[in-house]
DNA sequence: TGTCTCTGAATTGCTGTCTA
DNA sequence: TAGACAGCAATTCAGAGACA
């Protein structure tokens, strides 16, 4: 992928696929007049991205402009495409690398309502951020959909996302009453039993679709039904729902549809050279920050070596097995705030454990922000270890 | 979209126990 | 005896879900 050298183009055009490739820039000429007529009437026509990026923020957030929301989302074309990618890269998924860029910008607004200029990020390094939890977000929860068996789905699914649902599948009012009605009475008398996955939750047993046809026959208006009718209706429920709640990725650039030619990007037009010079800063980054990780892997796992048995016990309690603060106390018959203060009192070891770490090691002041920051790392840190003790393990070594 | 409710987690102020 | 730690009860905070 070509970096793109101008203010212009940097607000002005978008990455096109071709299959799982990046094909070229093309322009938008709207945004392209735009961004032209800015740099034109402005003194600020040399300023960096980072002005520019803020002063469209700024736009976006006193008039919610959409013009301004597409010049930012042309300038977040390379951070969504490097997330997608490592993603891509680090997960693996069914979803291909223009799924998960595209599943990233569908969120972009999420960005430009949580950006704080005044905390003194930048917009572009914010954006990175904030696309890899949307993306391991839509990831983890598409997974559990796949998972879920039909009966499952329905057990998850709260009244609201069903009636949107339904809704979204163009069935009148009427009918998606009587859906309602059928998934009501589901809900209220087929519960799973204890110890099974709530993944897995097993088609009712011809007794229970008896009983839930008959309370559903009580509070119906209309004809009585026979279970393998109100069962077909659950299942048209649970297909809405996974059609609505997670709908086949369209590309942007696929085909318009009804039309043999042409494609929804095909207005825009740039031609550019490839170059591997941006894939080389990004492994560079990435093998710097991999060499970070280990160090704080060592680091953390140095100091955990050296609590007490009790004291790791929590933590494997807590952070391993998922318990509640409450489930904890129960179990090691003492109270609950008492589990919160020894917990609060070992996080308050790491975190200053790792705060000196990184004093000494990166020469960072140890400010109220790098304080937090080191907080968010440990808790990730904490569950990764916990989940998976093998990995950091390895990465230790 | 805003409000309400519920739940888990964290905090606060006071008191008791233990130990150097 | 001071300081560290823990117990207790009440309160506050934050996030998620339901609902009008």
């Not at 992928?1 to 070229?24: A, N, P, Y």
């Not at 890269?89 to 223009?98: V, Y």
């Not at 799973?192 to 229970?208: C, H, L």
Request: proline share 3%; aromatic share 10%; with cysteine.
């Amino acid at each position: 992928m070509q970096k793109r050298g101008s203010v212009l183009e940097i607000f002005s055009t978008f990455l096109q696929f071709e299959s799982d490739w990046i094909s070229r820039w093309i322009a938008d000429p709207k945004l392209h007049r735009s961004m032209q007529q800015c740099l034109s009437q402005s003194s600020q026509s040399q300023e960096s991205n980072h002005f520019w990026a803020l002063y469209w923020h700024k736009v976006w957030q006193t008039q919610k402009s959409p013009l301004a929301s597409a010049h930012l989302c042309a300038y977040l074309q390379e951070a969504s495409y490097w997330t997608a990618k490592k993603m891509t890269m680090t997960f693996g998924s069914s979803l291909s690398l223009m799924d998960l860029f595209q599943i990233a910008l569908l969120k972009i607004d999420k960005i430009f309502q949580t950006f704080n200029p005044q905390q003194g990020t930048n917009l572009e390094q914010y954006a990175s951020l904030v696309f890899r939890s949307i993306i391991k977000d839509e990831l983890r929860q598409r997974r559990e959909i796949d998972l879920c068996t039909n009966w499952a789905l329905l057990h998850k699914l709260s009244q609201k996302k069903l009636l949107e649902a339904l809704q979204f599948q163009g069935l009148n009012p009427e009918a998606i009453a009587e859906y309602l009605l059928a998934w009501k009475c589901f809900q209220a008398l087929y519960a799973p039993s204890q110890g099974r996955s709530t993944r897995k939750i097993p088609e009712p047993d011809a007794t229970m679709w008896g009983q839930i046809c008959q309370v559903y026959n009580q509070q119906s208006f209309k004809k009585p039904l026979e279970p393998d009718i109100l069962k077909k209706r659950l299942e048209t429920c649970a297909k809405a729902a996974r059609a609505y709640l997670y709908p086949q990725m369209l590309s942007v650039d696929a085909p318009k549809p009804g039309q043999e030619e042409g494609s929804f990007l095909d207005s825009l037009s740039l031609d550019l050279q490839h170059s591997l010079e941006s894939e080389i800063i990004a492994q560079e980054e990435e093998e710097i920050r991999k060499q970070e990780r280990e160090q704080i892997n060592g680091v953390l796992l140095r100091a955990l070596i050296k609590f007490d048995v009790q004291s790791q016990r929590l933590l494997q309690m807590y952070y391993g097995q998922g318990l509640t603060q409450q489930e904890i106390a129960q179990q090691l018959e003492i109270k609950q705030y008492t589990v919160s203060r020894r917990l609060a009192s070992q996080r308050k070891t790491l975190i200053l454990t790792l705060g000196q770490w990184a004093q000494n090691t990166l020469h960072y002041s140890l400010d109220a922000d790098v304080l937090n920051k080191i907080n968010t790392i440990l808790e990730e840190w904490l569950k990764v270890h916990y989940h998976h003790p093998d990995l950091s393990a390895r990465e230790v070594e």
